[in-house]
């Protein structure tokens, strides 16, 4: 039986596509989620897959960057299915055959090459948030008050009102006012 496995990584993104070419390929059964591929540890849907795996089963993928982004993890899975007696295949890789010690090594490889991309978004990632940082970018949320309100929420302080009673003066929760009184700054 073939049992297939599709994810993606945010909840924007479409499982659509995937779904669709499992679809195709004849799976009885399709697990699909939305979950970071950082980790095998927090996909659910991927434990039950594997799970549902029984002797000659197949757990076939959409892609094999799909179910790991880890070259651990890729040799976890490759490990786990072996246990249950079955094999795994990705339709993106027709000619990869998993049966054989040398088709799991290079699926190890693979997922050893997704690891290695996934460390490059990261490093982009982080690039471009220190290149915005130096252009004066602001990352975060908006501040609640602006300098003339934090400048009047401190005048306010003086007066020894309350943070509540402040925070109903400017239209804020009263933990923003806490905040701003207890780091003391203006800025």
Not at 43 to 60: H, M, N, Q, S, W
Request: net charge positive.
């Amino acid at each position: 039986m073939l049992i297939g496995y599709a994810r993606v990584s945010t909840q924007q993104q479409n499982l659509d596509r995937q779904v669709a070419a499992l679809t195709a390929a004849g799976c009885a059964r399709i697990f699909a989620e939305k979950a970071s591929g950082k980790s095998t540890g927090n996909r659910a849907e991927l434990a039950k897959a594997i799970a549902a795996l029984t002797p000659g089963d197949v757990l076939l993928l959409a892609e094999w960057d799909r179910a790991t982004r880890s070259m651990m993890d890729g040799i976890d899975i490759i490990r786990q299915v072996a246990a249950c007696q079955a094999t795994v295949k990705a339709l993106d890789k027709p000619w990869l055959d998993l049966t054989t010690p040398i088709g799991c090594g290079f699926l190890a490889f693979l997922s050893a090459l997704a690891e290695d991309e996934r460390h490059r978004i990261v490093d982009r990632a982080a690039s471009g948030r220190k290149a915005a940082r130096a252009r004066g970018a602001r990352f975060g949320r908006k501040p609640k008050l602006d300098a003339h309100q934090r400048e009047h929420a401190f005048k306010l302080m003086d007066e020894n009102l309350s943070d509540r009673a402040i925070g109903r003066a400017l239209g804020v929760h009263h933990g923003t006012i806490a905040r701003l009184r207890k780091t003391g700054a203006l800025g």
